[in-house]
């Protein structure tokens, strides 16, 4: 696993990353939506990557006051069809946890996960707030990690 802020990211890899969120979000989901929200320069990048460059995983780390006020964000949290029966969201989410911890102690971490993969989430350590939403049409759920 690599952590990379926006600066520390070659071509490739940024390509590789976005190639990833579109192919799974907006692709494979059916959710046509503005993935590139000007966040990404102000993230960190939390990836693996196969023997061929192409990204497995990968989660993007915001600061807190980017996606929350107080807490720091775990966000566009993906990993690639062929490589999901690999346990590596496990890997790639304990990863991005201790970054958040390490990087912003003190503070809170926040998602916005879908609802589907609340026991996922939960496992990890995060808690149900109890905000339910609908984003681009996908049942999603608030949850903190304290």
């Known amino acids: 696993m690599q952590i990379k802020s926006f600066d520390q990211l070659n071509t490739s890899e940024l390509y590789q990353i976005l ?5 799974v979000f907006c692709v494979e989901q059916a959710c046509p939506y503005a993935d590139l929200d000007n966040l990404d320069q102000q ?5 693996t990557t196969a023997a061929d460059g192409a990204v497995m995983a ?3 780390i915001l600061p807190p006051g980017l996606s ?3 807490d720091s964000s775990i966000a566009r949290v993906v990993t690639a069809e062929k490589a999901r029966a690999q346990k590596l969201g496990v890997r790639l989410m304990q990863k ?3 970054f958040c911890q390490n990087q912003y102690p003190g503070h809170a971490i926040s998602i ?3 609802s589907y993969l609340h026991r996922f989430y939960h496992n990890l350590g995060f808690v149900d707030t109890g905000e339910y939403y ?3 049409d ?3 759920q608030h949850m903190r990690l304290l």
Do not use: C, T
């Not at 190639?19 to 192919?23: C, P, Q, Y």
């Not at 993230?43 to 990836?47: E, G, P, R």
């Open 43 to 47: 993230a960190w990048h939390v990836f």
């Open 138 to 140: 996908i049942p999603h």
């Open 112 to 114: 916005s996960a879908q």
């Open 58 to 60: 990968y989660a993007r």
């Open 134 to 136: 609908l984003e681009d």
């Open 19 to 23: 190639k990833l969120r579109v192919d």
């Open 68 to 70: 929350y006020p107080e």
């Open 96 to 98: 991005a946890i201790d």
